[in-house]
């Protein structure tokens, strides 16, 4: 940390300002400049706050030199993690696509989508059985029901199953359904969620909030790891901007960003990072050539009857051509995909 | 509702899009122009989700006409929503002030923080018992010892008391010792969170979302309202954009929307809405000459030892200067003011 | 500044960066800490372009500590800087309203409306001969006609004049007939135009860009002032932010941080920062409790029938009834108001 | 055009819009709500500012039913628009890239660099002779000294030439040394360097401003082809949003949306967009699989002294192994490379 006094500090405000560093475990080196003086603060303080600082007598502003989080980044653990489900392995050198609706409607179809995206390539299936919307009038999702025709799904296809969990009372229950607990992004702070989901031996799929800095999401994994649940796959969905010509803004670039700074996978959401089917196949391309680990994609069977995203949403056809639309950019970046 | 069809929509998809909002009930107009058809939908149908219009074969987009809230706007409701917290009325011609410190750490300070707020013309206490913090490594708060410092000092000051509640777990405890619920800016869309506290016969402080907009936060305070508890007070406390040189902007024209958009009393967080108590004075004369029902002020007797948030903390001092400078810009704009 | 090596910087470059430094000048000051090393560059070199060295191998970020602006800041000069046009003082104990059309339409209906601003209080007639338009088929302004109007209504009110420049090579014939220069925000960082109104002895009133950081339209002032015109009166005028229940958003809060870090007068339009005449009155009220020197408030007298920007014009009448409602709240911060 | 009338609209309210509307050559149409009226407006009026309906007593807001651009739009040019430069094809089944330095600094290493990013495959050379810069302080560019230097490196090397203009008083010079025009963000809606632009016979490459939508964009490419100039490549270059892990933010989905919308090609800026080298080939794959139409990026022989820009420059050798990686995903898309 680099303490930045103001040009007009005095010279027993700089040494109160030391004096309380080396209190709390610093040591300090001052650098008297020809307007300002810095005192650097040396010491991995990370768990102290320390913001208070910016607030002494004479202090103009706080420059931190290490990043917030440790177990989210590199500095302890180099290797990229690689999430388990099963025998699919997410991080490593396959891109895995998890698809499926928004929502969960209704049992017979919900099965012949699974079916449909399994056969197009998908190795996990996505559904909504607790739906956070923006209205309390819109159709909140069918719970516990829900989460039964999911796993009914699970045994006539194989595939692996990915849902939301949007209250810490519910953790448990939906993780004994499902093999990945999302977060969503409007949960992305949610800290008593994060601190649950935690607590349990599931991976989980932590979406970015839709004003979150990719430190702050970062911060939010470092929440759940701090409780000893280290599984985690970024998702980035889409970020909010003044544009209105998508539903969202996706930061593609957050992918090297994430790459540079964190050991944990990462994957996109084009769905509702656009919240348009016509613009999910060239994201689903540019998202896979710029790095991600995989991707997660809404595919309906009748979009235009969905309870909720239908215009995000692909039918299984659609998404059928756009497996093999992905498959060769996959290649093209020597990667490997179940297409 | 408007639906815009694409410039070769065929008769058929259009007639497909009629039959189809007939069938929900709706009465339609269809306006053929030069390049599109439009077709007018008729009905109030803010109970259906209708997004899924944007995906039927033809149509290009869609015009909401109606507000997607009911309760919270003024509609039904014309008259301004007054909350009453013991004699104390929120929403009418006085202005009132909330102050204290971001969270509760220690019993002696709080309470003689609470004396001078008081005695500086404050109206109500605030301090944090469960707060959430962006770095798990950060101070959470004493819990429900907090609750029961707060209560002590609504004991010694008679200062009716609000405090922030995160864990739909916790609302019970938390509503059996404070006088008003708050909802932070982290949760303005934690459904769960918003529902459980709908259920209890208290007022409820709803902070608008880091990037959340004015029609998102008046959903939020549809979601609180359609529980039953209708007793919900704004408060803008900052949203987030490009500019760095305040931890968030405050979206002062948010106080007129509000006022011409919906029923309910708007407060302002001048201190989180800036992040520095520098410019708390200057936003606070603002926000209440731009009609604010009332002001949330960050008050903390060492800011430079405080546990969270010091930067943005005035001292006790400094907050009864301040009260000073408000009251004649209340009495400018024609309210009262309890200084 | 300070510059910041990477944890698994080599000693080779942590000396290179060094060397370089001690070429360029600076004196510098290593500090060695637990897992990065930081050097400290001591010296004023803000004519130096450094961000190279955030190139240099072993570097991982730069942290300036100096601001990058001189003579829009406060270290060569404290004392608020005071523009004078006539004998009208901007920057001083009173508050200033600049009023008037967005469009010179024509002659009549200008010089009537200019009549009735200056009867309500206005000391500046704005109006725009020179019209920057999104779209090239809307009116672009009537050029020197338009000059020659505001020259009679000059002469009928003695209103002094302030009006737009859009292109380099218009400054001088702008300049010779009106009394402040306007640059809008489109064209904040079109450093040609700042240039070339830097080179004349006219007060500039310099719009913040739509999504400029309040540094660089401080930059911006700089630009100008090194050419030598230090009279600029700066003038928030809304950001651009994902909200979309204003055409912009007014940041307030850029009031009290340029009168920390600059020496120069601040205006605020409320008129296109909020884009709706509705909203125009609580936001002129804010900014002058919140500190702002002056107002630049669009009237016309018949704002249904205006080529430009009706929708946030206020009728003469309505003007007059504000400047009524904004003489109390002047009075209430200790200033002075022609009403 | 949809006029939506507020709830307590009167009916004379309503005739007087309705009689306006027929008064400017639209068709009316209304449609009598439950809670609302609307007025479908029918015609084509692009050229009409009608904004002002919206201050019409009784009037709650406009919808526009058709987009503001006609020339840049779909509607009368279906087909994409294919910019030839020499026996260049932009727009077109080929893959383009331009590379070179931020700004041309001297002649000798300019040359290098030209004859370098040739052999690796680009196609046109860019560099800069007329700087905009944040600062006053900073190099400005060469001038017209930077032009000959440039078409040295054209003779030498064959490549085409591409250069930005930053003041209407250059376009003729300009215009006469280099073979594309580049229109810089920040000048994106200096609209009378585009009117100027507009009047040569000169492909245009028009970069997207900072914080505007693509809707402006496209109104940006208007003004340039309302005066008879329609070679126009946009190009994509980074956003404004609150992230700072990136100087900007690449909208990737501009691509898609464009795509869409216009008939324009467009090009990406990694270089710009990212802000830094290392995440200049993860964007560059990402927009190429996207569906872009060529590539703009910084080559520098020596980043660490580059006067401008250097920590987003690649070197020589980085960029020919990057035009290596990115050739696969080109034919992964089913597209030409010329690598």
């Given at each position: 940390?680099?303490?930045?006094?103001?040009?007009?500090?005095t010279k027993?405000?700089?040494?109160?300002?030391?004096?309380?560093?080396t209190?709390l475990?610093?040591?300090?080196?001052?650098?008297?400049g020809?307007?300002k003086?810095?005192?650097g603060a040396?010491?991995?303080?990370?768990?102290?706050?320390?913001?208070?600082?910016?607030?002494?007598?004479?202090?103009e502003?706080?420059v931190?030199i290490?990043?917030?989080?440790?177990?989210?980044?590199?500095?302890?653990?180099?290797?990229?993690?690689?999430?388990?489900?099963g025998?699919?392995?997410i991080?490593?050198?396959?891109v895995?696509?998890?698809?499926?609706?928004?929502?969960?409607?209704e049992?017979?179809?919900?099965?012949?989508?699974?079916?449909?995206v399994?056969?197009?390539?998908?190795?996990?299936?996505?559904g909504g059985a607790f739906?956070?919307r923006?209205?309390?009038?819109?159709?909140?999702?069918?719970?516990?029901?829900g989460?039964?025709i999911?796993?009914?799904?699970?045994?006539?296809?194989g595939?692996?199953?990915?849902?939301?969990?949007?209250?810490p009372r519910d953790?448990?229950?939906v993780?004994s359904?499902?093999d990945?607990?999302?977060?969503g992004a409007?949960n992305?702070?949610?800290?008593?969620?994060?601190?649950?989901?935690g607590?349990?031996n599931?991976?989980v799929l932590l979406?970015r909030?839709?004003?979150?800095?990719?430190?702050?999401?970062l911060?939010?994994?470092?929440?759940?790891?701090?409780?000893?649940?280290?599984q985690?796959?970024?998702?980035?969905?889409?970020?909010?901007?003044f544009?209105?010509a998508t539903?969202?803004t996706?930061?593609?670039?957050?992918?090297?960003?994430?790459?540079e700074?964190?050991?944990?996978p990462?994957?996109?959401?084009p769905?509702?990072?656009?919240?348009?089917?016509?613009?999910?196949?060239?994201?689903?391309?540019?998202?896979?050539a710029?790095?991600?680990?995989?991707?997660?994609?809404?595919?309906?069977?009748?979009?235009?009857?969905?309870?909720?995203?239908?215009?995000?949403?692909?039918?299984?056809?659609?998404?059928?051509?756009?497996?093999?639309?992905?498959?060769?950019?996959?290649?093209?970046?020597?990667?490997?995909?179940?297409?």
């Amino acid at each position: 940390m680099i303490i930045v006094m103001s040009p007009n500090a005095t010279k027993e405000q700089i040494e109160s300002v030391e004096k309380k560093l080396t209190e709390l475990g610093f040591k300090t080196h001052t650098i008297v400049g020809e307007y300002k003086t810095v005192i650097g603060a040396i010491g991995d303080k990370r768990h102290l706050d320390t913001q208070f600082f910016s607030t002494l007598p004479g202090v103009e502003s706080l420059v931190p030199i290490m990043k917030p989080y440790k177990l989210a980044g590199k500095e302890l653990k180099k290797e990229p993690t690689i999430v388990e489900v099963g025998d699919i392995k997410i991080g490593g050198d396959e891109v895995i696509v998890i698809a499926g609706p928004c929502a969960i409607e209704e049992e017979k179809s919900f099965i012949e989508t699974a079916v449909k995206v399994k056969e197009a390539g998908a190795k996990l299936l996505r559904g909504g059985a607790f739906k956070p919307r923006t209205s309390p009038y819109s159709f909140q999702g069918l719970a516990e029901d829900g989460l039964k025709i999911m796993s009914e799904a699970r045994e006539v296809t194989g595939l692996k199953l990915v849902t939301e969990v949007v209250d810490p009372r519910d953790v448990e229950l939906v993780a004994s359904y499902v093999d990945i607990l999302q977060i969503g992004a409007r949960n992305m702070q949610n800290f008593r969620l994060l601190k649950e989901v935690g607590m349990y031996n599931k991976p989980v799929l932590l979406k970015r909030g839709l004003s979150a800095t990719i430190e702050e999401w970062l911060m939010a994994a470092e929440y759940i790891m701090a409780e000893g649940n280290h599984q985690i796959i970024l998702c980035e969905r889409g970020i909010r901007t003044f544009e209105t010509a998508t539903r969202n803004t996706i930061d593609m670039s957050a992918i090297p960003v994430i790459k540079e700074n964190s050991h944990l996978p990462i994957f996109v959401d084009p769905s509702h990072g656009t919240g348009s089917w016509k613009y999910v196949p060239a994201m689903s391309k540019a998202a896979v050539a710029a790095g991600a680990d995989g991707l997660i994609i809404e595919v309906h069977h009748d979009p235009a009857n969905a309870l909720s995203d239908g215009p995000q949403s692909l039918k299984p056809e659609k998404f059928s051509e756009l497996m093999q639309e992905i498959a060769p950019v996959v290649r093209a970046v020597g990667k490997k995909f179940n297409v």
